[in-house]
C-alpha cells in the first residue's frame, strides 16, 4: 500500500451490480428500497427505515432480531447522484464505534461497480500521516510478526 | 461481539497508530524486555519510552511487573486479535449487505417484469 494523507482504510470492498448506478446509488437513500435490504437480516424484522437524503440529514433502521431492536444509526456527510454517498455509521447505543462509510460509484458500460470503503472514526484521520500503511496492512502485518494465525 | 469492545478496540488502535509502539510490540514478540531494552533502539529516556509502554498498556496489549528496579513488560496479543476480528466482521457484514442489494434490485426488476406482462 502507498504511503498517502487519506485516512487509514478500515474495510474496503469492491461489487458490480447489473443495474445501473443511478438504480444502485437510489437504493440507498429510499426507505422503502434501503429497508428490504441494507441493514436488514434474514431473520430479523425491519421495524423502522427513516431517510432524511440529505446533507447533514441521518438515517436511522430498525431491525427486530430476536425481539431485541437493532438500531443502525448516521449522517449524511456526501451525496453526489448517482457517484458517491458517504455517511457517518453507528450500530446500537455504541457511540464510541461511530465510523465513516464511502460508497463510490462507477457506471460501466453494462451495470455499475460499486467501492464500499469504511474507515474507523474520523478522531483516527490524524493519526493517519504518522502511519505509513493502512489499518490492515497493519494490522496483518503485526499478526504475522507476532506468530498469530490470521 | 462487536458492540461490547468498542473502548479497548479504540485504544488497541491508538496504541497501533504510533510506529515506535508498533516495533516494541515487534521486539515484545521476542519474551519479555525491559523497558530500558524497548528504549534501546530509539535511544530514548526511559521516560519517554515508559510513555509508550503506557499506551500499550492501556489498550492491553503489554502487561508490566516491576522487579526490583526493572519494568519488565509482556506482550498480550488477544486485543490486537479483536481488532482484527472487528475488520472481518465489517468485511463479512458489508459483503452480506451488497449481496442483499443485488437481490432487492433483481426482485424489484422482476416483479416489474411480471407487471408488464399482466
Known sequence: MPMSDSPPIIVRITRRFEASAERVFDAWLDPAMAGKWLFATATGRM????????????????????????????????????RRLVFTFYVGKATADASRVSVDIVALAAGCELILTHEMDAKWAEF?????????????GLARSLGLAT | MVEGQTHSLDAVFHALSDPTRRQMLRSLAGGERSISELATPFRMTFAGASKHVKA?????????????????CRLE?????????WLRYYTRFWSDRLDALDHALRSADAAHVKRRKR
Open chain 1, 47 to 82: 421495524v423502522k427505515a427513516e431517510i432524511d437524503p440529505r446533507v447533514g440529514g441521518s438515517f436511522s433502521f430498525t431491525d427486530r432480531r430476536d425481539g431485541v431492536d437493532v438500531e443502525h444509526i448516521g449522517e449524511y456527510l456526501e451525496i453526489d447522484r448517482p
Open chain 1, 128 to 140: 493517519a500521516a504518522r502511519t505509513e500503511a493502512g489499518w490492515t496492512m497493519i494490522l496483518q
Open chain 2, 56 to 72: 500499550l498498556e492501556t489498550a492491553g496489549l503489554v502487561r508490566r511487573r516491576v522487579e526490583g528496579r526493572l519494568h519488565l
Open chain 2, 77 to 85: 496479543a488477544a486485543p490486537l486479535a479483536a481488532a482484527d476480528e
